[in-house]
């Protein structure tokens, strides 16, 4: 009898990406040449996974009837930086959101700017990765759309979203939340940079002024309170080299749903 496809993806993903997760406990391997190529190379076969298996699929979309009454607020309620809070005092006029890296033309956008990039609206329901889930409407500029607009290079394989929220005190400084998605993910028609929820400007527990929306995955993918965004080729230099703050404490890459 076969099994369900979804398990079969879940057991697929979670062979590569534990994989890498194995292999990089080992300090005195992290610090050679090699071992780092290595573990690029898992996670190309999680993402090579994915496509094959999920391709261009769409997350299931729901009708206005199926919106959750209370929308619980997963990860940050209330960023507590002092450039975020004087951001949010001034009502985020002065925010911008900084496109750099493997780009063409890097960009600084207001949140005007990104309200006049092609749109879309949708209907869906988040799943946490603590087991619950809720169904929200989501407006907010196709990623895409901007990509286009920056022209990633060649070399650009993944795109990082970098963070307001601060998750934890280091010798080094602040580490603020960050993730990344790949490019194929980036251009799903439903990969949105989300400003509005249930027709109201985003407010602060849900990610204001500006929150990804990748709705194929888990919720700890969809980074809130954006400042920045990098086109990179690899995770060699950033954080502890797995794409994401929770990745880098043990969780998939590609969270798929």
Known sequence: MKGDPLDRRRLLTRFASG???????????????WFPRLLDRATTVNQTLQCALVGQALAPEFPASDISRHFKSNGTHDPQDPEYQALARNGFADWRLEVTGLVEKPMRLSLAQ??????????????????????????????????????????ARYVMFFCADPMQQTLAGVVKYYESIDLAEAYHPQTILAYEMNDAPLQIPYGAPLRLRVERQLGYKMAKYLMRIELVESFAHIGGRHGGYWE???????AGI
């Open 114 to 155: 990104i309200r006049a990039l092609p749109a879309r609206t949708q209907i869906t329901r988040h799943d946490c990765v603590e087991g619950w889930s809720c169904i929200g409407k989501w407006t907010g500029a196709h990623l895409g759309a901007l990509l286009d607009q920056v022209r990633p290079r060649p070399a």
């Open 19 to 33: 994989t890498a997760l194995l292999l990089s406990g080992c300090d005195r391997l992290s610090n050679t040449t």
């Open 248 to 254: 880098d404490q043990g969780y998939e890459w590609y």
